[in-house]
């Protein structure tokens, strides 16, 4: 059975991370425990897709790795 993959791409900032939902996009505070609570509504074969910021994307990167949701960190060139 082949299984589809949701790409999802996730714009991090110091303070917030815009997904690219389907509309309206959503724009959340780059907080743990925020960020907990809405990769818990996304599908379970869900990939993250964002770019390395400076470590502002740990936050994210850590949620995920926690739910075991893919993520792909790339460089930002």
Known sequence: MN??????GVDV???RLDFDLPAPSQQIAN??????QVLDTL????H???ESTGG???ALACAAH???????ILPPQ
């Open 48 to 50: 993250l897709i964002c």
């Open 43 to 46: 599908p379970a074969d869900t």
């Open 13 to 15: 900032a110091k303070s």
């Open 3 to 8: 299984k589809t993959i949701k790409y999802l």
């Open 66 to 72: 926690n739910i075991e949701m893919r993520i792909s």
């Open 56 to 58: 502002y994307e740990a």
């Open 31 to 36: 907080e743990p425990s925020v960020i907990h």
